[in-house]
């Protein structure tokens, strides 16, 4: 069971990146995707998630209009596109699946992040 992303890099403020959250071993579909970032000396934010079932997004307000998060069920890849970055989007972005199963089981799986620099 693995999440891996990809995608990071360095930008200029007003470029853009997609992200990618690849996942083998589970079928994606069936979880909750979260994409959180931690930027140095801060704590980690949850910047967006995408539910399981209907595909519900939800936001942080400081990348509300900049940033979406998308499912290719047929790739097992949940994606961040970002847009208009900013200096203060730079941080190291992870991604995150979790289910809780109708027999009480969780699962609970994050990936190793990737580094996103802002910078001119």
């Known amino acids: 069971v693995q999440l891996v992303e990809s995608g990071g890099g360095l930008v200029q403020p007003g470029g853009s990146l997609r992200l990618s959250c690849v996942a083998s071993?589970?079928?994606?579909?069936?979880?909750?995707v979260s994409w959180y970032r931690q930027a140095p000396g801060k704590g980690r934010e949850l910047v967006s998630a995408?539910?399981?079932?209907?595909?519900?997004?939800n936001y942080v307000d400081s990348v509300k209009g900049r940033v979406t998060i998308s499912r290719d069920n047929a790739k097992n890849t949940v994606y961040l596109q970002m847009n208009n970055l900013k200096p203060e989007d730079t941080a190291v972005y992870s991604c995150?699946?979790?289910?809780?199963?109708?027999?009480?089981?969780?699962?609970?799986?994050w990936g190793q992040g990737t580094q996103v620099t802002v910078s001119s």
């Open positions: 995150r699946a979790q289910a809780q199963w109708a027999d009480g089981t969780i699962e609970d799986y």
């Open positions: 995408i539910i399981s079932t209907g595909g519900r997004t």
């Open positions: 071993g589970f079928t994606v579909s069936g979880y909750r």
